[in-house]
């Protein structure tokens, strides 16, 4: 079954090896940037560039729909015979944002909440940027349960950097 892999920079490279990702998503500010790891397809990887803020801020890049509506459609695209790697700078924030937002994307049926407590359930330190997800919420007509779902599972725990996971398309 295919799965999305989330991690951090910091975790980049060993876990698109450990896990033959071919494709990948980068959400860092644009005064970030990265390698691609050697497996990664250079016309499969996506690059948005944006800060983790949830308003705007002088200075930084809000995530915008635009952003939103690029992930979805790259994400439409991929061919779900490897993992699909998500990343940003903590494995925390966009990235979980990203991936919970891929996973309804794709599998429309999905119910939001049953999502949101399995994205807590793999990754305790899980804090999905909640801007990205009211972004994603509005493009996907969910009417508000991507927010709420989101909105209950809650801040995740501490951390310096999220351990890598997998989130798969279909839950239980």
């Known amino acids: 079954m295919p799965h999305l892999v989330v991690c951090s920079l910091f975790d980049l490279e060993a876990t698109a090896r450990a896990h033959g990702a071919r494709e ?6 644009d005064a970030n940037r990265v390698e691609r790891p050697d497996s ?3 016309a499969r990887h996506l690059v948005l560039g944006m800060n983790d803020i949830a308003a705007p801020r002088a200075g930084l890049h809000v995530p915008e729909a635009s952003h939103v509506g690029d992930l979805i459609s790259f994400a439409r695209e991929w061919d779900r015979s490897a993992p699909l790697l998500i990343h ?7 990235s979980t944002a990203a991936a919970y937002i891929v996973a309804s994307a794709l599998n429309p049926a999905l119910n939001e909440e049953v999502l949101a407590q399995e994205l807590r359930r793999r990754s305790p330190t899980a804090t999905p940027n909640p801007r990205l997800v009211t972004l994603a919420d509005r493009l996907l007509e969910r009417n508000g349960r991507m927010i709420a779902a989101i909105k209950q599972i809650g801040r995740g725990a501490d951390t ?13």
């Open 24 to 29: 990948m998503v980068t959400l860092l500010s």
């Open 40 to 42: 990664v397809d250079p």
């Open 88 to 94: 940003c700078w903590m494995g925390v924030s966009r």
């Open 160 to 172: 310096s950097h999220g351990a890598p996971f997998l989130l798969p398309l279909e839950v239980d």
